[in-house]
T-cell receptor, first 113, second 113 residues
Framework: DAGVTQSPTHLIKTRGQQVTLRCSPKSGHDTVSWYQQALGQGPQFIFQYYEEEERQRGNFPDRFSGHQFPNYSSELNVNALLLGDSALYLC????????????FGEGSWLTVV | AQSVTQPDIHITVSEGASLELRCNYSYGATPYLFWYVQSPGQGLQLLLKYFSGDTLVQGIKGFEAEFKRSQSSFNLRKPSVHWSDAAEYFCAVTTSGTYKYIFGTGTRLKVLA
């Protein structure tokens, strides 16, 4: 049973560039959430996708956008990268429904230089 | 405002000693509570969760946690720590009315041989 998989594992981008991170949910899950974890901090909720729609968003600017595909996989896009966007980006999947347990992938390390 | 507080940033214990990691939450609705563990450079692994019922919950790797509503706490315990338990531990809270998890800032555990 495959868990949550994310790609790429590491990447380096330059300020002002755009980045796309990818996530495949755990088998059977239909909901994907994205979190940002800065160094020394706990994960911060970016948004959640269900039925190909964003259904809740955290306190992140519009530079952060996402997409969910019919096979439930998801992408996180960040435009106009800032140095402060350097972080571990975590994808988590779950069954639909508020309060359901979320399961995390290994994350994508983004460094902005 | 909803929040999770982990008062101890770092904890050091000797192998074989008991462990208690503290977590306090501030949440208006009935909370669902979680503990996750993160090894260096890795994603988050679920240790245990509390939704309702028995306030003492058992998790993986010999961990347990106790929900105390009167103290707004959900402390994690282990009777005898192993060197492999060295990692960062995160407490998180959500509720049935939201899809967002709120995480604490984490407690880094060091285990002395």
């Amino acid at each position: 049973d495959a868990g949550v998989t994310q790609s790429p594992t590491h990447l380096i981008k330059t300020r002002g560039q755009q980045v796309t991170l990818r996530c495949s949910p755990k088998s059977g899950h239909d909901t994907v959430s994205w979190y940002q974890q800065a160094l020394g901090q706990g994960p911060q909720f970016i948004f959640q996708y269900y039925e190909e729609e964003e259904r809740q968003r955290g306190n992140f600017p519009d530079r952060f956008s996402g997409h969910q595909f019919p096979n439930y996989s998801s992408e996180l896009n960040v435009n106009a990268l800032l140095l402060g966007d350097s972080a571990l980006y975590l994808c988590a999947s779950s069954f639909a429904g508020a309060g359901n347990t979320i399961y995390f992938g290994e994350g994508s390390w983004l460094t902005v230089v | 405002a909803q929040s999770v507080t982990q008062p101890d940033i770092h904890i050091t214990v000797s192998e074989g000693a008991s462990l208690e990691l503290r977590c306090n939450y501030s949440y208006g609705a009935t909370p669902y509570l979680f503990w996750y563990v993160q090894s260096p450079g890795q994603g988050l692994q679920l240790l245990l969760k509390y939704f309702s019922g028995d306030t003492l919950v058992q998790g993986i790797k010999g961990f347990e946690a106790e929900f105390k509503r009167s103290q707004s706490s959900f402390n994690l315990r282990k009777p005898s720590v192993h060197w492999s338990d060295a990692a960062e531990y995160f407490c998180a809270v959500t509720t049935s009315g939201t899809y967002k998890y709120i995480f604490g800032t984490g407690t880094r555990l060091k285990v002395l041989a």
